[in-house]
């Protein structure tokens, strides 16, 4: 595989891997490696925009599962993703990344809001942004936050870093013949519902002919191997 020549990427991170080996919440030790991985990828040139999801912390399907009001709930897990975007900030940071961190709700005394133009500034002065609350409203993900912003941001490529090291299928836990697809098609992961990210965020890219690089960035290394066009992912174009 010829290395793809990206510019300027948007990386979305699942907040789960913020996880490491914890069951729930932030750890620390592992956000600092994570954040090594982003500073090597911008060492390299690239222009970084990163989006974190919240699902370490809260997710609004599950408190309105327990009986919560469903807008309700996914304000507070908009709210998670704000505190995972602050501590990835403090990590990078404590690696000499200069970062601004962009809220959809805004809350000015610890981050500023989205304002695109704003953030581009900051791209071109080498910062990497890092946009929380996903698209700011309720019945939403961050996976269709990261859509967006990476449709804003005009990146050339929306790197989906997960726990699963591609697109399969079937599930691979439960269907052994399963096969990962090295590149497939907008339309069959949206018609084949495929696991990749919900239906909107798909289109989204679709739309705005942005691929989808998704991989697993459990194993150290990875997100340089996969900006180099080596390593295991699946490419949705
Ligand atoms: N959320 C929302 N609107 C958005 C982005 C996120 O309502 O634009 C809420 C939603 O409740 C979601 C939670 O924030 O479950 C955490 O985000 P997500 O589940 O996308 O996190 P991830 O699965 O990537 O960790």
Do not use: W
Not at 47 to 53: A, F, K, R, T
Not at 104 to 118: F, N, S
Not at 162 to 184: I, L, Q, W
């Amino acid at each position: 595989m010829t290395a793809p020549a990206y510019k300027r990427i948007l990386l979305k991170l699942s907040g789960e891997v913020l996880m490491g080996n914890q069951q729930f919440g932030i750890d620390t030790e592992f956000v600092a490696a994570l954040a090594g991985e982003v500073k090597a990828a911008k060492d390299s040139g690239l222009e970084l925009c990163l989006v974190i999801g919240g699902g370490n912390i809260f997710r609004g399907m599950a408190g309105a599962a327990k009986g919560m009001d469903r807008a309700q709930a996914d304000y507070m897990g908009m709210l998670a993703t704000v505190m995972n975007a602050l501590a990835m900030q403090s990590a990078l940071e404590r690696l000499g990344v200069p970062t601004r961190v962009q809220s959809a709700i805004e809350m000015d005394k610890v981050c500023e809001p989205v304002i695109r133009r704003r953030a581009e500034r900051h791209l071109e002065k080498g910062r990497v942004v890092i946009f929380a609350a996903g698209v700011g409203a309720p019945y939403f993900t961050t996976d269709s936050g990261a859509a967006l912003r990476a449709a804003e941001m005009k990146c050339d490529a929306l790197l989906k870093g997960t726990s699963v090291d591609g697109v399969y299928n079937a599930d691979p836990k439960k269907d052994p013949t399963a096969r990962r697809y090295d590149t497939v098609d907008y339309d069959t992961v949206l018609a084949d519902n495929l696991q990749v990210m919900d239906a909107s965020a798909v289109a989204l890219c679709r739309d705005n002919n942005i691929p989808i690089v998704v991989f697993s960035i459990r194993e150290q290394g990875n997100l340089a191997r996969v900006l180099a066009g080596e390593g295991t992912q699946t490419i949705v174009k």
